[in-house]
T-cell receptor, first 117, second 111 residues
């Protein structure tokens, strides 16, 4: 596609429910990232996928968060037993490679705005 | 102390003004410095990037990096209402795929 596509654009869920957020990266981009943007906070790194390598999950805030990337393309971020503090905008980005920021550019999707009530 | 500090504003200026946006950082390993622009309910888009210290100019935008002071700036000349957005600084170390972002400065340019 022309850009990074994320769905849904908005999600309201009840506390304790599980949610799945989807990211469809730019075709051909091998690197995929998930970031979280909370109100009044900067973007917080969550997870990084590069090709077939094991993902870097070091940014996931708890074991309630998980992500997978199927076939090197679409990625799903899953949050189990959602809590109110999970409310944020979840942003996905992709790039050609994961090294040397000057030789690649992150392209962000518009994000999924998650509200836990 | 957070790794990257950025005044969240909001900053309001009249059309045509020169805007100065700044970030300070503490991690001396940072070598790549970027500015992203984020419109409301959109994802950030890369505006400018620089490597190490120095200046870079692109049209009305100038990015400056002073590694000795751990201070980066973005200047916008002849600001336009369409420049109204949140500006995020971001930085990373050599060979690192992970960006560290500031909180963003919300800018409004008043016609």
């Amino acid at each position: 596609g022309a850009g990074v596509s994320q769905s849904p654009s908005n999600k309201v869920t009840e506390k304790g429910k599980d949610v799945e957020l989807r990211c469809d990266p730019i075709s051909g981009h091998t690197a995929l990232y998930w970031y979280r943007q909370s109100l009044g906070q900067g973007l917080e790194f969550l997870i990084y996928f590069q090709g077939n390598s094991a993902p870097d999950k070091s940014g996931l805030p708890s074991d309630r968060f998980s992500a997978e990337r199927t076939g090197g393309s679409v990625s799903t971020l899953t949050i189990q037993r959602t809590q109110q503090e999970d409310s944020a905008v979840y942003l996905c980005a992709s790039s050609w490679t994961g090294t040397d920021p000057l030789n690649y550019g992150y392209t962000f999707g518009s994000g999924t705005r998650l509200t836990v009530v | 102390q957070k790794e990257v500090e950025q005044d969240p504003g909001p900053l309001s200026v009249p059309e045509g003004a020169i805007v100065s946006l700044n970030c300070t950082y503490s991690n001396s390993a940072f070598q790549y410095f970027m500015w992203y622009r984020q419109y409301s309910r959109k994802g950030p888009e890369l505006l400018m990037y620089t490597y190490s210290s120095g200046n870079k100019e692109d049209g009305r935008f100038t990015a400056q990096v002073d590694k000795s002071s751990k201070y980066i700036s973005l200047f916008i000349r002849d600001s336009q209402p369409s420049d109204s957005a949140t500006y995020l600084c971001a930085m990373s170390g050599a060979g690192s795929y992970q960006l560290t972002f500031g909180k963003g400065t919300k800018l409004s340019v008043i016609p």
